[in-house]
């Protein structure tokens, strides 16, 4: 099934106003991370692409009834949900080809796609405003409507998951879309077209879909007048750029930016789950390129030396290698220039801290014709090292050692990100001090990862702007209006 997936994909077309289209900018290759292969070719989209996709927006979201019906959308987002369910397996096999991540993780994405828009499928019949009578004669009702035309632009690292929290309540809203994915997973992508194709009631042009380089396609929609709200996820330098672009017609925005998160680990947790937490939460299992990986992992200084011998012990035994291999746990990372910018982070922390496992490429046999690297662990970490505070976006663990309560909230707080953090105690008075005192936008507490359809995420300081899932992330999508009538007496 796989294969012939790949088969048709061979060139993947950009979907606009309900049309498969080409571009006169013609075509880029997508290979394989973990053997070079070539997987698939897609559009090299032009400015003039970008704005045929912003008016097919733009006369959908004006032209049908679909800002106003609310029972078609939960219907069109219902139907995406089970054909996305159906199809999960197809869907992940394509992820891990282009992405290399192990098929298991790929998978769980797929399905966190199905669950996304099944549970905004429901919401999308449950967008209320609220009424008042502010005076006597007068009443008011505060309404929720769409914003518009609403451009999204994801990154490659958690393509199907981190568009699915921004997609389905976007169409749950009543919002026209313009996606933009990453060059890397472009496919993944692209084949949910084929998806939303088949569902009568998503209006032609509802959802479109253009592939490209983040300049000039990314940076078109996040600068044209006519597109009223960019969800953007990716790099925080990315992120300052698109609000400069959007400034232009002073675009809503939400943005979803990168992170250093902590784990904190307290001699008293339960030690044998804090380790696992740890490695778990290093996001190792997607070669550390996870935005709420737990790169920084502050550890109580009683038990430090216990820590780092189990990690020592621990961490080497990971398997290495093309995530459609049986038992793989760790893919290669996305790309060369991404390889190039860990293993100089990796040397950049030779010097600052202490190597305690991996440090370098593997190029054993055949993961020499991809870009795989040793997940690695530096003690040590001064909290101003170069390689504390820089999202390296690789499988990189620094450890640090803290002294108290007080110490610990110091050095999770000594960054500009404020993404999430994960604490291991037992004591439920320190536990509640890390949840109230570390500045993010989610707080782990003897766990770590847990993201519902139900519950907002998102990022203090650095790591963004406004709320992903839950309530909050279907208003995100939404403008309030206020319409007032007067009684005559
Ligand atoms: P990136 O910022 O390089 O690219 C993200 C997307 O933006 C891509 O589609 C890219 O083509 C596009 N883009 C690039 N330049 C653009 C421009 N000038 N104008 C408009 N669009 C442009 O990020 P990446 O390397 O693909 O992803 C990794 C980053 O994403 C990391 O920093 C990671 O922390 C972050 N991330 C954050 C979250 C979160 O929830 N906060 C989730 C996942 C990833």
Redesign the pocket.
């Known amino acids: 099934m796989a294969e012939a997936t790949a088969q048709q994909a061979a060139t993947y077309k950009n979907f606009i106003g309900g049309e498969w289209r080409e571009s006169e900018g013609g075509v880029f290759d997508v290979r394989s991370p973990a053997n070079g292969e070539l997987l698939y070719r897609a559009q090299r989209s032009t400015v003039d692409d970008v704005h045929a996709a912003i008016r097919a927006a733009r006369q959908a979201f004006e032209s049908t009834e679909w800002r106003e019906d609310t029972a078609a959308r939960t219907a069109a987002l219902s139907k995406f949900s089970e054909a996305v369910r159906g199809r999960h397996q197809d869907l992940a096999a394509q992820l891990t080809r282009e992405s290399g991540k192990p098929f298991p993780i790929s998978r769980g994405e797929a399905l966190r796609l199905a669950e996304t828009t099944s549970y905004y499928a429901g919401l999308a019949r449950w967008i209320f405003g609220r009424s008042q009578i502010p005076q006597p004669n007068s009443i008011s009702m505060i309404m929720r409507e769409p914003v518009g035309v609403v451009a999204i632009?994801?990154?490659?690292?958690?393509p199907l998951a981190?568009l699915a929290r921004a997609i389905a309540p976007a169409l749950a809203a009543g919002n026209a879309v313009i996606v933009?994915?990453?060059?890397?997973t472009a496919g993944s992508t692209v084949e949910l077209g084929r998806i939303i194709e088949s569902i009568e009631e998503f209006p032609k042009g509802i959802v479109n879909v253009v592939t490209?380089?983040?300049?000039p396609?990314?940076?078109a929609?996040?600068r044209d007048d006519d597109v009223d709200m960019v969800s953007?996820?990716?790099?925080?330098?990315?992120?300052r750029?698109?609000m400069r672009?959007a400034a232009g017609n002073l675009k809503k925005l939400s943005?979803?930016?990168?992170?250093k998160s902590p784990t904190i680990v307290f001699a008293d947790s339960n030690f044998d789950r804090a380790i696992r937490g740890a490695i778990n939460a290093a996001s190792f299992y997607n070669a550390g390129?996870?935005?709420?990986?737990g790169t920084r992992v502050l550890v109580e200084e009683s038990v430090h030396d216990q820590f780092v011998g189990r990690i020592k012990e621990m961490v080497p035994k990971m398997k290495v290698g093309p995530g459609w291999e049986k038992g793989v746990e760790v893919g290669p990372v996305?790309s060369a220039a991404?390889l190039e910018k860990i293993t100089g982070y990796i040397e950049t922390g030779k010097k600052e801290a202490r190597l305690v496992v991996g440090g370098q490429r593997l190029t054993d046999g055949d993961l020499a014709k991809g870009y795989f690297v040793a997940p690695t662990v530096f003690d040590g970490m001064s909290p101003d090292a170069t390689i504390a505070q820089e999202?390296i976006?690789g499988p990189v663990m620094g450890i640090t050692t803290f002294k108290d309560l007080d110490d610990a909230i110091r050095l999770a707080n000594h960054t500009r990100y404020g993404?999430v953090a994960a604490v291991w105690t037992r004591d439920i008075n320190k536990a509640m001090k890390i949840a109230t005192r570390v500045r993010a936008g989610s707080i782990w507490i003897n766990t770590f990862g847990k993201m519902y359809q139900s519950t907002e995420?998102?990022?203090f300081k650095q790591?963004?702007l406004g709320r992903?899932y839950g309530l909050e992330g279907l208003f995100e999508y939404t403008e309030l209006k206020h319409v007032n009538i007067q009684i005559e007496k």
């Open positions: 632009i994801v990154p490659w690292n958690a981190l933009k994915p990453a060059s890397y490209g380089p983040g300049n396609v990314g940076a929609l996040a953007f996820t990716g790099d925080t330098s990315t992120g750029e698109i672009l943005l979803e930016l990168g992170g390129q996870i935005c709420i990986a996305i991404q999202e976006f993404l995420m998102g990022g790591s963004g992903q």
